[in-house]
């Protein structure tokens, strides 16, 4: 049976055929149809004859997944429950550390999170935090669902209280069991089950059940589980290493990471990083974010002031019309350039907050993501991989890396292929379109 992998977005839904092998057979694409949204998903399906095949689904329509983390204290609790989100596909949107007070409450709510992630404590250790922030989540107007993902110790009372007040609560393993050791596994897992199972129902995106059936993952999960994906690729390969990705969209710029191979600073952090993370910058984009850009790009020295002044008009005028699409070279060029810097700067920050940990072997494969790299031509992608390259904090990381473009958008496919347990044919995907 052929499988229909579909990613439902704000902006478009994306749809791949392929074959049980992993065979691309081919893809198409709609505007996503809100308040409605089955309605881009049966113009996709039908324009790949695609009725009858099993169907894959993620989205990220609505905003995708806001997360805030409370956690003990910054450094040891709060720090492992951002690493644990990092791996899972969230946007986080707050972080808070110790007991709430008043004001912790206002940040948090001001926030507007869909899910709230509650930890404290290594297991036998510390509790009073746990129970006090547990408490006052209850007794205060937070209703985005709680996973608790703190110490054992005080997981039974914390739970009765939120409940008690109402709150929806789903209680899993410490992500932090113990000192320097990181668990992620249950908490990544409730993280997604809240958000299929209470938050996605809830994005006005449908009037019925079906669409919330359909959905297995958030988009950006199924990204990450598709980068793993081809990370282990790229290890059995001639050429392997870490896998860095970067996606320049209209609002946001993300960068995944993943290594498959064991870090030679592994044990020398206080709690060690996830094999896979995934990094969002709100303030970097091609039409909503683009002012973002400029401003990061002049902080951080990447142009000079007379490019700053020429490029000011033009993100301003992008940000104001976010449905633009340039008709000639010159406003193709600034785009370009926009996405260039946006992509400097985003790999930056993922660096810094991952260390520069990419494993032994350092970066195999660069990944350009995002409509303003797939539309481009060889001649302007080949300009922008130099830039990488040519950055002074970049170019070690980038060096030895082989740099490609996602054309065909087949890492969410290839995520919900491994999440659905067609791991061989997710890997002939990959293989075929991005490692081959």
């Not at 909503?288 to 142009?303: D, Q």
């Given at each position: 049976m052929a499988i229909l992998c579909l990613d439902v977005g704000s902006t478009w839904t994306k749809a791949?055929?392929?074959?049980?092998?992993?065979?691309?057979?081919?893809t198409a694409q709609h505007p996503t149809t809100p308040p409605e949204v089955l309605t881009g998903i049966d113009a996709v399906t039908a324009a790949l004859d695609a009725a009858g095949a099993e169907v894959l689904a993620c989205s990220s329509a609505g905003g995708g997944l806001r997360l805030a983390v409370v956690g003990q204290e910054r450094l040891v609790s709060a720090e492992a429950a951002y690493r644990v989100a990092l791996s899972a596909g969230a946007k986080i949107v707050h972080v808070a550390a110790g007991e709430?007070?008043?004001?912790?409450?206002?940040a948090l709510r001001a926030s507007t999170p869909d899910v709230l992630l509650l930890v404290g404590g290594t297991d036998g250790g510390e509790t009073r935090v746990l129970a006090h922030n547990a408490r006052?989540?209850?007794?205060?107007?937070?209703?985005?669902?709680?996973?608790?993902?703190?110490?054992?110790?005080?997981?039974?009372?914390?739970?009765?209280?939120?409940?008690?007040?109402?709150?929806?609560?789903?209680?899993?393993?410490?992500?932090?069991?113990?000192?320097?050791?990181?668990?992620?596994?249950p908490a990544r897992a409730a993280?997604?089950?809240?958000?299929?199972?209470?938050?996605?129902?809830?994005?006005?995106?449908?009037?019925?059940?079906?669409?919330?059936?359909?959905?297995?993952?958030?988009?950006?999960?199924?990204?990450?589980?598709?980068?793993?994906?081809?990370?282990?690729?790229?290890?059995d390969s001639e050429s392997p290493g870490a896998v860095l990705v970067v996606d320049v969209g209209g609002a946001t710029t993300d960068v995944y990471s993943a290594v498959s191979t064991v870090d030679e600073l592994a044990g020398r952090s206080t709690v060690e990083l996830p094999p896979d993370r995934r990094t969002v910058e709100g303030d970097l984009g091609m039409r909503?974010?683009?002012?973002?850009?400029?401003?990061?790009?002049?902080?951080?020295?990447?142009?000079e002031p007379a490019e700053a002044a020429e490029l000011a008009p033009k993100v301003e005028f992008r940000a104001g019309s976010v449905d633009w699409v340039p008709t000639d070279a010159a406003e193709t060029a600034v785009d370009s350039r926009i996405a260039e810097l946006a992509a400097v700067i985003a790999l930056r920050r993922h660096l810094r907050l991952v260390a520069g940990r990419l494993g032994p072997q350092g970066v195999g494969l660069l990944?350009?993501?995002?409509?303003?790299?797939?539309?481009?031509?060889?001649?302007?992608?080949?300009?922008?991989?130099?830039a990488l390259r040519a950055d002074p904090v970049l170019r070690p990381v980038l060096r030895n890396a082989r740099a490609v473009v996602d054309q065909r958008y087949v890492l969410a496919p290839a995520g919900l292929l491994a999440e659905a347990g067609h791991t061989a044919a997710a890997r002939t995907l990959l293989t075929s379109t991005l490692a081959g």
């Open positions: 791949a055929l392929l074959g049980p092998d992993g065979a691309l057979l081919g709430l007070d008043g004001a912790g409450i206002r006052r989540v209850a007794a205060n107007r937070l209703r985005a669902p709680v996973v608790l993902a703190g110490n054992q110790d005080v997981r039974a009372e914390a739970t009765d209280t939120l409940i008690a007040a109402g709150r929806t609560v789903i209680a899993t393993g410490n992500v932090l069991p113990d000192v320097g050791e990181l668990a992620p596994g993280i997604r089950e809240m958000f299929l199972t209470h938050v996605i129902g809830g994005k006005g995106l449908s009037r019925g059940p079906r669409f919330r059936r359909l959905v297995r993952a958030v988009t950006p999960d199924a990204v990450l589980r598709g980068v793993a994906e081809l990370a282990a690729v790229l290890a909503w974010s683009a002012p973002g850009v400029l401003a990061e790009a002049t902080a951080e020295r990447l142009i990944v350009l993501s995002g409509g303003v790299f797939r539309h481009a031509g060889p001649e302007r992608v080949a300009a922008t991989v130099a």
